[in-house]
């Protein structure tokens, strides 16, 4: 089991630019977790997919952030146009159904300049 | 008032030490509960879950759940410095949402 797959590792982009993120979950993991962790707001559940459908997204800063799962082997997290602010650590995470624990991918350490 | 709140550290302690680690949540309905440990500049990893009262061991590691008090904690003992990294608290409430804590850093000194 090669474990959660995100792609790129690190990213560093100009403001105004589209950045997008890739995540693989564990083959037969339904459910899907987009995080953040900055050292100021710590880990921060941006949005989740159970079944390949978005089920909260309540976490998602504002509308230049978008998420999809048009299969149930891939994620994207797109933000369109980046700002300064959004330099972070993005997670991606899948499970099981409720209440297995989560298993994380490496990440992905974006900075915009 | 944080949903899940945990001693801000950092927490130092000798090698061959007990660590214990605490966490407070607030949602009373809360049914899962979850230990992760991260090293500096790494992804989270996994180390307990535990789903009822009363305490859970897995070699080194002891986890503790009072739901009563709303009460997790993690006990490392014959503490290592490879234990040395920043443990999180999470919480997964009965609507399924999942909250994590801030973490407490722990060092152990050799």
């Known amino acids: 089991d090669a474990g959660v797959i995100q792609s790129p590792r690190h990213e560093v982009t100009e403001m105004g630019q589209e950045v997008t993120l890739r995540c693989k979950p564990i083959?037969?993991?339904?459910?899907l977790f987009w995080y953040r962790q900055t050292m100021m707001r710590g880990l921060e559940l941006l949005i989740y997919f159970n079944n390949n459908v978005p089920i909260d997204d309540s976490g998602m800063p504002e509308d230049r952030f978008s998420a999809k799962m048009p299969n149930a082997s891939f994620s994207t997290l797109k933000i369109q146009p980046s700002e300064p602010r959004d330099s972070a650590v993005y997670f991606c995470?899948?499970?099981?159904?409720?209440?297995?624990?989560?298993?994380f991918g490496s990440g992905t350490r974006l900075t915009v300049v | 008032q944080k949903e899940v709140e945990q001693n801000s550290g950092p927490l130092s302690v000798p090698e061959g030490a007990i660590a214990s680690l605490n966490c407070t949540y607030s949602?009373?309905?809360?049914?899962?509960f979850f230990w992760y440990r991260q090293y500096s500049g790494k992804s989270p990893e996994l180390i307990m879950s535990i789903y009822s009262n009363g305490d859970k061991e897995d070699g080194r590691f002891t986890a503790q759940l009072n739901k009563a008090s709303q009460y997790v904690s993690l006990l490392i003992r014959d503490s290592q410095p490879s234990d040395s990294a920043t443990y999180l608290c999470?919480?997964?409430?009965?609507?399924?949402?999942?909250?994590f804590g801030d973490g407490t850093t722990l060092t152990v000194k050799p």
């Open positions: 995470a899948s499970s099981r159904d409720h209440p297995y624990g989560y298993t």
């Open positions: 949602d009373r309905g809360s049914q899962s």
């Open positions: 999470a919480v997964i409430s009965n609507a399924g949402k999942s909250t």
């Open positions: 083959s037969g993991h339904n459910s």
